[in-house]
């Protein structure tokens, strides 16, 4: 007999999980880090010029490490996808494993029903339907059988593509982070001057938030 080696109940709490995980990231980049910078600019808009300067070009380095979490949230979704697909053959295999176990009732109902027809005289009938639900089973067995090997199969490609879309996402996350932390400390390096000329010397080699923002996602679609 065929049985899934894994509790198709833990694939079902990890989607469910999964998708908390993902709703909640796009809820915090698209609600709270856009409040976010938002402060941000206005607190710029009310500092000393050199001060202001360098908060906006702090916050460039801000958005665009918020723009590489939004990649890497849209690589949690890919993930899913493969998941849920998964999901899909695992449900396919618990209908399966359930009308196969009907079927194994139905044979021990009949092999009954024959013993009973051997001393009433009528074992030729119950006989047939034995052997009947017994190819049945068979056949069951055979269909659960298959549907194991492709779902053991499927498994190790939706972990492989799934898990493999994540991971990329958090290499591409992890280097537009260096980037734009870099960025930042150069920035915040230039206004320990308070003198203005300075200052504004300094930053005169970073972009705009907007640039910066945007350079990301070209590094990101490259």
């Known amino acids: 007999m065929v049985h899934l080696p894994v509790d198709p109940r ?3 709490n990890l989607l ?13 980049l698209d609600t709270y880090a856009h409040h976010s910078q938002l402060s941000l600019s206005a ?3 009310a500092s000393p010029t050199p001060v202001a300067r360098a908060v906006i070009a702090v916050a460039g380095s801000l958005a665009g490490a ?13 993930s899913l996808t493969e998941m849920l697909s998964l999901k899909e053959l695992e449900d396919e295999i618990t209908r399966a494993i ?22 009433s005289g009528t074992l030729s009938s119950s006989s047939t339907k034995v052997d009947e639900a017994h190819a049945e089973l068979q056949s069951s067995e055979a269909d659960l059988a298959a549907k194991q090997r492709k779902l053991d199969s499927s498994r190790m490609q939706a972990l492989r593509k799934g ?9 591409a996350c992890g280097k537009t982070w260096m980037e734009m932390g870099q960025a930042g400390l150069r920035v915040i390096e230039g206004i ?10 300094s930053l ?16 990101y679609t490259a």
């Open 192 to 201: 320990q001057d308070t003198d203005e000329c300075k200052t504004r010397h």
């Open 204 to 219: 005169k080699h970073f972009s705009s938030p907007y640039t910066l923002f945007h350079r990301s996602r070209l590094r």
């Open 16 to 28: 469910a999980d999964e998708k908390e995980y993902h709703k909640h990231l796009i809820v915090l």
């Open 43 to 45: 607190y710029a808009s």
């Open 163 to 171: 898990m493999g879309e994540r991971c990329k996402g958090m290499v």
């Open 10 to 12: 833990l694939l079902t």
């Open 66 to 78: 918020d723009d590489a979490l939004r990649r890497y949230a849209q690589s949690i979704d890919a």
């Open 98 to 119: 359930r009308d196969r176990d009907v079927l194994v009732a139905r044979l021990f109902r009949r092999s009954k029903n024959a013993t009973r027809g051997s001393v």
